[in-house]
């Protein structure tokens, strides 16, 4: 089952990257066009898909290099602006100069592996098949759009891992991966908390943190550098007032609630994310607790991020197939996830018309049941009763929540 997952895996990436090699290109468009004439098949012309996320993490590399704004408009490279942070712009720098369809082709196997190596680290059993196997559609269509929400997922979800074998130093480079790509991940440093030596663990972030910030030294002067950071954080705040498809975005639909700041909500939520670890510290010693604040927090930094969009809920998605796959199958579980598998992925997939992605729709088929798991996910982390034992110094004990 999994060699065919990953088998799958490649193949989406391979198809994908090959499909937008073809019609960038426009003599081997052309050549596939009339070949498919020739079959009988009826090409749209018209229908491309876009590389234009792509052409910005390249331009940004090249311009990193050159010493020009990362955050400027560039309307003849391509649409919209680089947002990313410019430690993003120098780890991309390989890909930059690689030849097109190659980088491409790599970029979207390293998102698609990372994830999947990601959640056979954490489950390393049948249950990982399982949720790989749940995520495929959301990993397929992020590729469409050539995001970074997967490596984001595994990137989080890695750092969990690393904490959860004692190996801080590695979970703070995974940590340090994703907030370079987006700031959310940062919350990940919540799993070393628990653990003993915790301040120790925090500095060793840190410190990781800064030095993944401070990578495009090697390629640029210190004055420089500091100017794209000013002009990251200029964009930063321009897009703090933003709602997109979040919390936020659902609460400014409604009476009275519209006027709320973002960050009042998101400190709230954040609130709420660490309240049964402040409460209850000592049920980190139990796997099933520890998981599913892995998947609360999955779900936290999609729901709470005011500049998600459609392709970011594949971080949520993955925390509801981990929550799925690790949490007994009552019926409320099954209910909440069928109502989610269908809202997201599915809608995504296989229902037509436009009304299903018009921007009304999607927040409310993305946020609505991404809210309610992890509003159901919070309560039974606060009600269950856990039978809770002294942690092996190395490997800490399974257990499961005992009924309420």
Not at 27 to 35: E, G, K, L
Not at 97 to 111: E, F, I, K
Not at 133 to 160: D, G, K, P, T, Y
Not at 275 to 281: E, F, I
Request: charged share 15%; glycine share 4%; proline share 5%.
């Amino acid at each position: 089952m999994r060699a065919k997952l990953l088998v799958l895996f490649i193949l989406m990436a391979a198809l994908d990257a090959g499909g937008k090699f073809v019609e960038r290109d426009q003599p081997t468009f052309d050549r596939v066009q009339r070949v498919a004439v020739r079959l009988g098949v009826r090409a749209r012309v018209g229908a491309r898909r876009s590389a234009n996320n792509f052409e910005i993490f390249r331009g940004s590399a090249r311009h990193l290099i050159a010493d020009t704004d990362l955050y400027a408009n560039y309307p003849r490279e391509h649409r919209d602006r680089f947002k990313y942070s410019p430690a993003f712009a120098f780890l991309f720098i390989p890909l930059a100069y690689a030849p097109w369809g190659l980088a491409l082709l790599v970029w979207q196997l390293v998102n698609a592996l990372a994830l999947f190596y990601a959640l056979t680290r954490l489950l390393k059993d049948r249950r990982a098949d399982l949720a790989i196997a749940i995520v495929v559609l959301e990993v397929w269509r992020s590729m469409q759009n050539i995001q970074s929400n997967a490596l984001v997922a595994a990137s989080i979800i890695l750092a969990f891992v690393a904490f959860e074998e004692r190996k801080n130093l590695r979970g703070a480079w995974w940590i340090a991966l994703g907030a370079s790509v987006k700031v959310f991940p940062v919350a990940a440093g919540m799993f070393a908390l628990p653990a003993r030596g915790r301040w120790r663990t925090v500095s060793i972030v840190g410190a990781v943190l800064c030095t993944v910030l401070l990578l495009p030294l090697l390629v640029t002067p210190p004055a420089m550098l500091l100017t794209q950071y000013r002009s990251w954080l200029s964009i930063e705040q321009g897009d703090a007032v933003a709602h997109m498809d979040s919390v936020m975005g659902l609460l400014q639909r409604l009476p009275y609630l519209d006027d709320i700041p973002n960050i009042a909500v998101q400190l709230l939520g954040l609130g709420v994310l660490l309240l049964p670890l402040a409460r209850y510290a000592e049920r980190w010693s139990v796997r099933q607790f520890r998981l599913q604040m892995l998947a609360s927090t999955l779900l936290y930094v999609s729901l709470f991020n005011h500049q998600a969009e459609r392709a970011s809920y594949l971080i949520a998605f993955t925390g509801i197939a981990i929550w799925y796959v690790t949490s007994p199958r009552r019926l409320l579980e099954q209910v909440l996830f069928g109502a989610a598998f269908l809202a997201i992925p599915a809608a995504s997939v296989f229902i037509p018309g436009r009304w299903i992605r018009s921007p009304g729709v999607t927040l409310v088929r993305l946020v609505v049941p991404c809210l309610i798991v992890w509003i159901e996910i919070q309560v039974e982390l606060l009600r269950a009763r856990y039978r809770v034992a002294v942690p092996h110094e190395s490997v800490p004990p399974l257990a499961e929540p005992l009924a309420a």
